[in-house]
Every structure is written in C-alpha cells, then in structure tokens.
C-alpha cells in the first residue's frame, strides 16, 4: 500500500514537474474597459533602454499628436485607452481604440499613417486597431495588415523622443530601432463615460511580469 502511494505521488511529483514545458504558461490577466499600453521589447532595444516605457502623445497641432514612448515616472504616466465597438466590431475587428482627451473630455484615437508613423488623433482613428483576442493568450495592441510595432529614437518638433512605427509584414525593422509589444495595463478610467467601450483582457503589472517563466 505504501509503495502504491509512494508511485502516485511520484508520478503526480513528475507531472507536475514536466507541466510547465509540455504545455505552454501565459502570464495571468484580468480585464478591465481601460488600460494603458506598455513596452516590452522583444528585439533590439535602445539606448537607454525603453523596456516598461509607457504610450503617450506627443503633440504636434491642435488635435494631432504622435504616439511616443515614455518613462513610466508615476502611477499617471501614459494615455488610457479602451477599446470602442459593438461585441460585433470587436469579434470582426472592426474596433477603433480611443483616448480621451481635451477640457471637456472628447475622444482621440489611435491612428496609423502611411508613413508608418502612429499618430494619437482627435477622432476616431483607425478601424482595425485593436487588443489582441481569443485565441491570443497575449494582451497587446495590434492592427490588421500589420505585424506589430517598433520604436526609434527621433527628433520630433520639441526635441528628441521615442517614436513608435506600426511595422508591416516582413518588413525588416529599422537600424538602431526597437521591436516591442505593446502590451495592455488594466487602469481606472479616464472618467468619461463610453456608450461602446468593450471589456478588455489586460495585465495588474506589466513591468511586474517576470518573462523566464512563461512561454512568451
Ligand atoms: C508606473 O509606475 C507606477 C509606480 O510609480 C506603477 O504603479 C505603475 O504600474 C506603472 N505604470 C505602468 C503603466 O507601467
Ligand atoms: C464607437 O463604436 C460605435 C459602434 O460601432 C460607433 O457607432 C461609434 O462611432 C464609435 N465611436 C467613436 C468615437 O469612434
Ligand atoms: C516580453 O519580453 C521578454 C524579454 O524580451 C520576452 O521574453 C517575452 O517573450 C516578451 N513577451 C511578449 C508577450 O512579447
């Protein structure tokens, strides 16, 4: 009886010891209506390193602005966003993901320009921008058509800053710039109310996450 114990809770040692290989760990998620999107880099990376930069806008003319990435120097560092659409434009990813923004609060939205520039609008933005979905264990920004996102050092109206580009499908990323995720950060909200603002699937602590025990 013993050795009949003893064999199962080796075997139960075993497995759980294999689980974590054999079949793939995500990190946890909760879900919120607004998030903030955060750097994670996955190739290159710049000089300082732009690991845990936060999204914001930085301003260019009334109403336009280009998506940056910033330190992350307090907990209101970084634009919140949601995503807008019926359950339907989500699930076709028909979504646009907006921002509010301005006195009173009016929506901004995430727009990609030809340029490959991203910029952070007064309007709706571009249709198809969206939070990765089921089945994509990730939370992070995505567009259709486009592959992901990298980020350069650049010198815009004020002065330099860390420009984020949508990158296209084998497109090879641009000398001395960064590949990052941008991944979601479950927030309060901005305090506007959103008639279509979606549920979405994000991360307490994205800077908390620790990568060498998950699968991506
Ligand atoms: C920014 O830093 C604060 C601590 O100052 C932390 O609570 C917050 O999670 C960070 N925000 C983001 C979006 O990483
Ligand atoms: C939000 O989504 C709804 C439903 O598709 C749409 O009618 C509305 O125009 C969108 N709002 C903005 C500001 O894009
Ligand atoms: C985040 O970055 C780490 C380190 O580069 C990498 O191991 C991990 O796969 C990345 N996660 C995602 C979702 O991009």
Redesign the pocket.
Known sequence: MISYFTAIFALTISLADTAPTSSPVFPPRSTSESF?L?ANVTSGDLSPSIK?Y?LTSYHIGAGQAYAVLTP?I??T??RIFYQNGTAEDIRYRRSNVLSDGGEPLFPFGIVLNEDQSVSVNAGTGTTGVNLALFPDPISGLSAVGKEGFYACEKTLLYGPAVQVFAKAYEEVTPEGCADVKLLA?CSDSSGAEHPYGATSGCYA???GIDWSVYSA
Do not use: P
């Open positions: 903030r955060v845990d936060v992350n307090s907990s560092t970084g950060q602590d994205v800077a």
